[in-house]
């Protein structure tokens, strides 16, 4: 079992900041030799998209295109917690966002970036920027 706990979603005017979290834990998470932990976002009538990812033991990050300088996704080993820091928000970046989390092979190869690849989720927090 894995579980993955989101928070520190909320309502913020454009151009503000805010910073998600999203605590892991579980039996299963405790055996994965190797793992990545993602960010996706699911706005009203879309489908669920990937925001970005972090391969746990090296700290290696991907950030997809619209989100680049703007969004930065890390961890705290010893929390077992991944954080997205928001800055700059756009009422575009409206979205429930959801954590993931799934072990990978290890390696240096490109971070899972589609929903199937994932098989454990948190609930979701929303996010909502005013224009």
């Known amino acids: 079992q894995v579980q993955l706990v989101e928070s520190g979603g909320g309502l913020v005017q454009a151009g503000g900041s805010l910073r998600l979290s999203c605590a892991a834990s579980?039996?299963?998470?405790?055996?994965?030799?190797?793992?990545?932990m993602a960010w996706f976002r699911q706005a009203p009538g879309k489908e669920r998209e990937f925001v970005a990812a972090?391969?746990?033991?090296?700290?290696?990050?991907e950030h997809t295109d619209s989100v680049k300088g703007r969004f930065t996704i890390s961890r705290d080993n010893a929390k077992n917690t991944v954080y997205l820091q928001m800055n700059s928000l756009k009422p575009e970046d409206t979205a429930v966002y959801y954590c993931a989390a799934d072990s990978i092979l290890p390696g240096r190869g490109r971070l899972p970036s589609r929903v199937v690849q994932y098989d454990y989720w948190g609930q979701g927090t929303q996010v909502t920027v005013s224009s």
């Open positions: 972090i391969r746990w033991s090296t700290g290696t990050t």
């Open positions: 579980g039996r299963t998470f405790n055996t994965f030799s190797e793992y990545a």
